[in-house]
């Protein structure tokens, strides 16, 4: 899915260093084609990749709308640098204006993709926890499940024993934004209603009160 980035990155260096001699409109026009094909290629996948993960449209649809503005900038661009355009208004079309547009949706696209696959935090993510609490961002961390021995028979079952360990094992796959199986473990409605393969837990009988989702 990154290849058609490659190609339009390439594309546009050349493009600049280019600029005053244009001695390689052709070269580059090649390279604006070949992220077209690929970016096409990467808006199928990722839609397929949507449907089989359980994301839900809302999470992805920036996402997938501007990949394909990508791939229709790219179309247009090597249709603006190579004599095979006879249609009038691509030809009057900006080239400058053709890649900074490019620029930009690369940019964006690519940022909401990482938001997508690692979370809207990836990019403070490395950040040491000295410099994430300073500036009061960061992903809240969940504790692991204890119990202490002098007060063990106070602790409630579900917040401090279930909780926890849904949220960090599970949560992560079967949240609001990610469906996987149509099942979300974050709040008392998602457990109860279950997902694609049915109750997840039936009331009053502990044998079948279990998590039957992948």
């Known amino acids: 899915m990154h290849l058609p980035i490659g190609f339009i990155i390439a594309a546009l260096l050349l493009q600049w260093y280019d600029r005053k001699n244009k001695e390689w409109s052709k070269i580059i026009g090649l390279l604006f084609q070949w992220a077209f094909i690929f970016a096409t290629i990467a808006c199928i996948s990722g839609y397929l990749l ?3 993960e359980g994301y ?3 999470t992805v649809k920036f996402h997938l709308w501007l990949g394909i503005l990508t791939a229709l900038f790219s179309l247009l661009m090597y249709l603006r640098l190579t004599a095979s355009s006879k249609i009038e208004f691509i030809k009057r079309v900006p080239v400058v204006l053709l890649s900074f ?3 930009f949706l690369i940019s964006f696209t690519g940022h909401l993709g990482g938001n997508i696959t690692h979370g809207s ?3 403070i993510e490395p950040l040491p926890n000295s410099i994430k609490s300073l500036l009061g961002v960061g992903r809240e961390v969940y504790e692991p499940p204890t119990l202490q021995e ?3 028979e106070e602790a409630i079952l579900y917040t401090d024993l ?3 360990i849904l949220n960090n094992r599970c949560v992560s796959c079967h949240n609001e934004k990610k469906e996987k199986g149509e099942l979300r473990l974050e709040e008392e409605n998602g457990i109860l209603k279950g997902g694609e393969s049915g109750l997840i837990i039936e009331p009053n009988d502990p044998e079948k ?3 039957t989702q992948d």
């Open 50 to 52: 949507y449907k089989g």
């Open 56 to 58: 839900s449209f809302d």
């Open 101 to 103: 547009s490019l620029l």
């Open 121 to 123: 935090d990836y990019l």
């Open 150 to 152: 002098e007060n063990w």
């Open 162 to 164: 279930v909780q926890p």
């Open 209 to 211: 009160a279990h998590c």
